[in-house]
């Protein structure tokens, strides 16, 4: 494995009227588990139901009705940990969080306050500036998501919906690692990257699937670096948090409005009062929901209806070794294996899919695939067992080519047609015939092109097509010769004129390759005509 | 034969086996004692409809030599749990007209085993109360009175309803649910038999939640023999209760041999209360007697956090409570305030909780918002689970001394008055408990058997506690008791 070493980000400052100021972030991230039935109860999760169709006797909190943890979900939970490289509990238990409300019909959410099931673990979250920050997690627990209420169908009624009532979530706490929106962005988009190569959550923020609450202090600078160094929180401001955030974009505003407002209430002599806020993205401000006072005094305890929840480290261990490849693993193979460069890594491992497309594009371009020519999927990071062994040297030489028919030619044209990767009408078998006639110099870099268009349009084998249609590079440097023979007899002037100034020799390469319909090899053609214009 | 009603569940089930009866005989006698029992509110839903199908059907079932362990005897049912398409509202204003779309496990349980349902029993209110006066339905009234006296008497609570069904022969048996000595108190006061089994035994998935980590169902009989036949059938694994225990299920009724030679009974000298009635003494005393003449070795223990239960409880059992009563908020079902206009969801709450809750409830969820709030929780909730733990430990020394069952009185005093203690301070009412909690603090069976009666007439119960999972032991040392005890006396009728 490779230590990628990176420079820490600059935190963000914001110049007061006074001081400059710096941010201070720290984020409770609720994902929604990818699983079938709810946390506790058989109840599908589906989105876009008809409302109050997903709802099971005791997610609609029927008399007598008791919950059954859905095993899945902890195993889900479990994945999640060990991909943020958090230490697993194997014993954790469920409380319940006691308010009112009408979309949580129990009168209580049921959550894990006092023992979560993932304890510490970190985040390596890069800036793509080659600056990257390791965010600590400080714990991961589950709990159950309220229903919906929705109060603009009538003037007098509210309405409410229970489909998403119990669907499990994992909250996702770090600590106050995070310095500046962009960061904040960043980490949300490396968790919900994670997550999406475990399968654990979809990371759709659009239906609420991924969404953070934000808390956001700001401090004089130099007054992080003590907090650092003791992890005393008197070190750094009082902080607010931003509920129910879920748009990058929003985040971004509302953190750097947010610790604005702050700066603002600080130096005009005041006291930022800790407090939980809305973000309006209309109005560009943060609202107060309730202050300290108001808060809600949520009575935790144990929930008598559940036992703890025990698991058995084998189980972990299992899990453990049947874990995907991660995405910073992933992207430091790729430039081992494929020398690809920091930034085509970080895009081509953006998303497994894309990820997987790239892989067996090389593994076909290098024969390292037998005749199936299947994806190729990972079972561990360290293993790599289904990709069999194969040659670094080429590997490292088709990589780049590689990357570059990936990231620019299919990423483009499949963005052209508003499609993702896994919508692509070329295989990696035929994308790496393509590049296989390149490597070979069977043909020519704008003939790939054209090429590449004919086989995302109509398909075919390209070896077959470059045959059929006489595609083929003129490599034959008789051929070339005699081709810029005649065009050197019939323009005797520029021959004169090039022998001035040899940077007109460009001129007779650009002949004979109209002459040739883009066939002849650049390279012969270059050297031919530097031989004969005697440049 | 007669007086069908009059007969246990053994000897029903003999009874019907042999075809000297049949299971609508039996449920018509039954059906008849309750018509002309309104006096005692005990049955507030009745379903004859639903008793006589079931009867028919077991009757064919009999028929046909199908017959499983309580096929055909006619029973009631405790409001606290939720029978299908029936009447379930944990005797409170909040839950009227609830009709649930399910059956609990426990009375399906007792469907599945045969048993014929006549219809649901009066209790306190959500199962909070000591006397069945805190019901919606009114109170309960005991079959029994003091001699010479027509003041009504409580049958106990919370399952009072139960209790003066059982007593009062309107049924062979009945269900009911014990939290902190709801099946054993009102069992003790009517002179019937209360098991409350081991923590676990018993699903609790569809019966209404008081406080989840003490509730337990168990049966209400006329004798030991019954409340074995009846435990049976209503305990076993259930995975829609994730608190239920995964284990067998003996055969309770083989267990009865009467034989507890060698056995050591534990007499723990902290339920040895100050003031206790010299009725209460003695008939303790008599009871050691009787098991010692049966072969039995009386040891002398100690519980020494037995004092601190009562507080514990009363404060862990309203905790769980104010929050398992969250759900009765008027937005999915039951009762809602009807509202003024611009009342908004606060004072929807507010009022619906106000209309729907009777006092008592109100005041153990006010009581338990209040241990569980932040800056008392410390002191009161956690400091009350350390307790409990303790209590569990001081059994768990006893049972490992060797001691097999611990016997101690089932209630300080015979039944009371309706409405005497209406004006007293509720922890009044709540000593009624201070034989009761410990057992379901430390999750232990705990049984009620009638050993004698008072000086006006009233019967007194004993109350033995046992091993955990070992209610069969335990059943077969009451069995003793209950024996040597010969209490026969039947209440008057009045009604």
Request: aromatic share 8%; hydrophobic share 40%.
């Amino acid at each position: 494995m490779l230590d990628l070493t990176y420079e820490l980000p600059k935190p963000k400052v914001i110049a007061g009227a006074k001081h400059d100021w710096e941010l201070v972030i720290g984020m409770e991230v609720h994902a929604q588990v990818s699983s079938n039935a709810k946390l506790f109860s058989g109840a599908s999760t589906k989105f876009g139901a008809e409302p109050n169709s997903n709802v099971a006797f005791v997610d609609a909190a029927m008399p007598g009705m008791l919950p059954v943890i859905n095993e899945y979900c902890v195993e889900q939970a479990v994945r999640t940990g060990l991909g943020l490289k958090a230490d697993i509990n194997l014993w954790s238990a469920f409380d319940r969080k006691n308010y009112f409300y009408p979309d949580l019909p129990q009168g209580y959410q049921i959550s894990q306050l006092y023992h979560p099931i993932v304890g510490e673990g970190e985040v390596l979250v890069e800036l793509g500036d080659g600056t990257a920050r390791k965010v600590r997690i400080e714990r991961i627990h589950m709990e159950q998501d309220a229903g919906k209420s929705i109060h603009d169908m009538d003037p007098n009624m509210s309405f409410v919906d229970l489909n998403r009532t119990g669907v499990c979530l994992m909250e996702i706490v770090s600590r106050p690692d995070i310095r500046g929106p962009e960061e904040a962005a960043a980490y949300i988009a490396k968790l919900r990257q994670i997550m999406q190569y475990l399968g654990t959550c979809d990371g759709n923020m659009q239906n609420g699937n991924l969404r953070a609450d934000v808390n956001v202090s700001v401090c004089l600078p130099g007054q992080y670096e003590k907090y650092q160094e003791t992890q005393d929180f008197s070190h750094l401001g009082t902080r607010c948090e931003i509920k129910n955030m879920n748009s990058m974009r929003f985040i971004q505003q509302a953190i750097e409005v947010e610790a604005r407002r702050q700066i603002a209430i600080i130096e005009a002599g005041g006291e930022v009062e800790q407090e939980t806020r809305l973000y309006d993205p209309d109005k560009g401000e943060t609202r107060s929901m309730r202050s300290k006072e108001e808060a809600h005094d949520y009575r935790y305890f144990p929930d008598p209806d559940l036992l703890p929840l025990e698991i058995e480290q084998e189980w972990v261990d299992d899990i453990a070794a049947k874990l995907p490849e991660l995405p910073d693993e992933k992207k430091a193979r790729f430039i081992e294996d494929f020398a690809l460069s920091d930034y085509d890594a970080s895009v081509l491992t953006a998303e497994v899919e894309a990820a997987s497309y790239f892989e067996a594009v090389v593994m076909n371009a290098i024969d390292a695939l037998d005749e199936s020519g299947e994806f190729i999927v990972y079972t561990t990071s360290s293993s790599n067992k289904s990709i069999g062994s194969f040659d670094k040297v080429q590997s490292r030489d088709v990589g780049k080519t590689a990357a570059n028919w990936v990231i620019n030619e299919l990423f483009g044209r499949l963005k052209k047609d508003d499609k993702g990767i896994s919508e692509s009408s070329v295989t990696p078998k035929q994308l790496a015939g393509i590049i296989k006639l390149i490597k070979s110099d069977a043909i020519s870099g704008k003939i790939a092109k054209d090429l590449f268009e004919i086989v995302y349009t109509e398909g075919g084998d390209p070896a077959q097509i470059v045959e059929e249609r006489g595609m083929k590079q003129v490599t034959d440097t008789g051929a070339i010769e005699a081709a810029l023979d005649e065009i050197i007899a019939a323009n005797p002037a520029q021959v004169e004129k090039a022998k001035v100034n040899p940077k007109l020799a460009g001129w007779f390469v650009g002949q004979v390759m109209k002459a040739t319909g883009g066939k002849a090899n650049p390279k012969a053609v270059n050297e031919l005509v530097a031989k004969k214009l005697g440049s | 034969m007669s007086d069908l009603n009059k007969l246990g569940l053994a000897e029903a089930r003999d009874a019907l086996r042999k075809g000297d009866t049949t299971s609508v005989e039996l449920t018509e006698a039954c059906l008849k004692a309750i018509d002309a029992a309104d006096a005692l509110n005990a049955f507030v839903h009745k379903t004859p409809e639903i008793a006589l199908e079931r009867a028919r059907a077991a009757d064919e079932r009999i028929k046909a030599g199908d017959a499983p362990s309580m096929c055909g005897l006619p029973i009631g049912i405790k409001d606290l749990f939720c029978t299908k398409g029936v009447d379930s509202q944990a005797a409170s204003n909040i839950l009227k007209g609830f009709k649930p779309e399910y059956e609990s496990t426990v009375s399906q349980q007792l469907v599945d085993a045969g048993a014929v349902m006549l219809g649901k029993l009066n209790m306190d209110e959500f199962a909070m109360g000591s006397s069945n006066e805190t019901s919606a339905y009114g109170n309960a009234v005991s079959p029994w009175r003091r001699d010479g006296d027509d003041a009504q008497l409580t049958p106990g609570g919370s399952s009072g309803g139960s209790a003066a069904a059982v007593a009062a022969d309107l049924c062979l048996a009945a269900t009911g649910t014990d939290t902190g000595g709801s099946i054993r108190q009102p069992a003790a006061f009517t002179g019937t038999v209360g098991i409350k089994p081991t923590y676990g035994r018993c699903s609790r998935w569809g019966v209404v939640a008081f406080a989840s980590s003490l509730d337990q169902a168990g049966p209400m009989t006329k004798s030991v023999r019954d409340a074995a036949i009846m435990l049976e059938a209503m305990c076993g694994h259930d995975p829609k209760d994730s608190t239920s225990a995964d284990l067998p299920v003996p055969d309770f009724e083989a267990m009865l041999t009467g034989d507890i030679r060698g056995k050591k009974i534990g007499i723990p000298k902290e339920y040895r209360m100050d003031g206790m009635p010299e009725e209460i003494s003695k008939l303790w005393a008599d009871g050691a007697e009787m098991l010692k003449a049966a072969g039995a070795e009386i040891v002398d223990i100690s519980l020494p956090h037995t004092k601190y239960a009562l507080p514990a409880y009363y404060v862990i059992a309203p905790a769980e409570a104010s929050s398992n009563l969250a759900r009765y908020d008027g937005v999915r079902y039951g009762h809602r305030a009807t509202l003024e206009a611009g009342d908004g969801i606060t004072e929807m709450y507010e009022k619906t909780r106000a209309e729907g809750f009777g006092p008592e409830v109100q005041r153990r969820v006010m009581v338990g918002t209040y241990v569980l709030s932040a800056g008392f929780y410390d002191a009161y909730y956690n400091r009350a689970r350390k307790v409990r733990t303790l209590i569990k430990k001081d059994f768990e020394d006893a049972f490992a001394a060797g001691v097999d069952a611990i016997l101690t009185p089932a209630t300080p005093s015979a039944a009371f008055g309706l409405g005497e203690m209406t004006e007293a301070d509720p922890v009044q009412m709540y000593l009624n408990d201070v034989f009761t909690v410990t057992v379901n603090l430390a999750g232990l069976p705990g049984i009620a058997v009638p050993a004698g009666l008072d000086a006006k007439g009233l019967p007194l119960g004993l109350q033995l506690i046992g091993k955990p999972w070992e209610e069969g032991d335990l059943l077969n040392t009451a069995y003793a008791l209950e024996s040597a005890a010969g209490f026969v006396a039947k209440p008057q009728q009045w009604w």
